[in-house]
């Protein structure tokens, strides 16, 4: 069986606006185009967590939560 979704979670210390409006999010655009694009993977998603430098851990914590109910809704 093929894989037919693929998912991936980032974390940065670059706050996502810059990081998109500034540099064109190239995080992005590597596992998308350069990564699962090349293995014929066209569900993606990808989860980014930022600033991770200022988190509190009760940020942290829902960052996690998150991931793992993308993970299910993606996967289940």
Known sequence: IG?????VVTTANTPDEVDRDV???PLQ???QKCVFGFL????FRRLSFSSVIVSTPDQRKQW???AR????AMFA
């Open 3 to 7: 894989v037919t979704a693929g998912m």
């Open 23 to 25: 540099y064109g999010d």
């Open 29 to 31: 655009n590597f596992w």
């Open 40 to 43: 014929g993977i066209r569900r």
């Open 64 to 66: 996690l939560e998150e």
């Open 69 to 72: 109910r993308e993970a299910l």
